[in-house]
């Protein structure tokens, strides 16, 4: 029913909102645990969708990332200054997660890694089988190799500039959009392959 009223209303909805985050997040940062946990139910959809898109992953592991987000955002929020929306500044804190995550990932030996995961999708199986290509876009951007898969969710997604993005993964801005031409190029590929 809300959703409804939201839906005739969006200024005004989207103005409240903010509004009552604002009380939530003053609450919250003097200490009150009942103000966090309702910014954490109305924000944590959010978090985790950006973290699971960005890193790709979308069981546990994506859950705890939404976790330690949380528990940033909850040791930063008495330095939060109002300088942006708290639901803008929550999701940067998350991207910079997942992005830690990426930067880790990175670090660690070689592992079966989505890369690997990417080209497996249509070859056969053990048993001789095709496996299914039925992958919805989310899935086949899981399936991009993480940089490739940063760049896209960061720029097509997010919103981001190539200057941001090469800061933030560390690349030049020409990689950045390199990046963002092969995971273009292989998510046309491999939703063609569907059609």
């Known amino acids: 029913m809300l959703t409804a009223v939201n839906d005739h209303m969006p200024d005004t909805a989207a103005s409240i909102e903010v509004d009552d985050d604002r009380a939530l997040v003053a609450a919250a940062a003097a200490g009150g645990v009942a103000a966090f946990e309702t910014l954490y139910r109305r924000h944590a959809g959010r978090v985790h969708g950006v ?20 528990v940033r955002a909850w040791q930063a929020l008495p330095n939060f200054r109002f300088e942006s929306a708290f639901g803008t500044w929550l999701h940067r804190l998350a991207v910079n997660t997942a992005l830690m995550e990426l930067r880790g990932r990175r670090s660690r030996p070689f592992e079966d890694s989505d890369e690997d995961a990417f080209e497996l999708i249509g070859s056969a199986d053990s048993a001789g089988h095709v ?15 993480p940089r490739a ?33 092969r995971a273009r190029s292989l998510l046309r590929t491999r939703l063609g392959e569907q059609a």
């Open 131 to 145: 496996m299914a290509l039925s992958m919805d876009l989310e899935r086949a951007v899981a399936t991009l190799p």
């Open 51 to 70: 973290i699971a898109r960005l890193v790709g992953y979308h069981g546990a592991r994506a859950e705890d990332l939404t976790q330690e987000a949380f």
């Open 149 to 181: 898969r940063a760049v896209l969710v960061l720029y097509d997604v997010e919103g981001w500039k190539h200057e941001e993005i090469a800061a933030e993964l560390g690349m030049a801005v020409g990689s950045s959009k390199a990046q963002l031409h």
